[in-house]
């Protein structure tokens, strides 16, 4: 049963930086690629980010290109993503997923507010 958890989410300045992460499981995760996609309220999902199985190819959105930083460890089952200078528009509901695979799983919020 596939089962993806992130984390890590939080309350933030503009111009702050968090780190999340998403536990995964239920799948062979070292042999598929992962996204991460968020949702602002009011909003459909978006795509943020996407790694290849082994973590050679990355891709992001225009919205977070230069500011997110997209990772995976394949030893422990999670991919990271790192966001620096955060935006009041980057607040949403952040999930992880596998790249070819719906949404599905606990998501972590992103605040991001003075």
């Known amino acids: 049963d596939v089962q993806l958890q992130a984390s890590g989410g939080g309350l933030v300045r503009p111009g702050g930086s968090l780190t999340l992460s998403c536990a995964a499981s239920?799948?062979?995760?070292?042999?598929?690629?992962m996204k991460w996609v968020r949702q602002a309220p009011g909003k459909g999902p978006e795509l943020v980010s996407t790694?290849?199985?082994?973590?050679?190819?990355?891709t992001y959105a225009d919205s977070v290109k230069g500011r997110f930083t997209i990772s995976r460890d394949n030893a422990k089952n999670t991919p990271f993503l790192q966001m620096n200078s955060l935006r009041p528009e980057d607040t949403a509901v952040y999930y992880c997923?596998?790249?070819?695979?719906?949404?599905r799983g606990q998501g972590t919020q992103v605040t991001v507010s003075s």
């Open positions: 997923a596998q790249n070819l695979g719906s949404i």
């Open positions: 790694i290849s199985s082994v973590g050679r190819i990355t």
């Open positions: 239920g799948f062979p995760f070292d042999t598929y690629a």
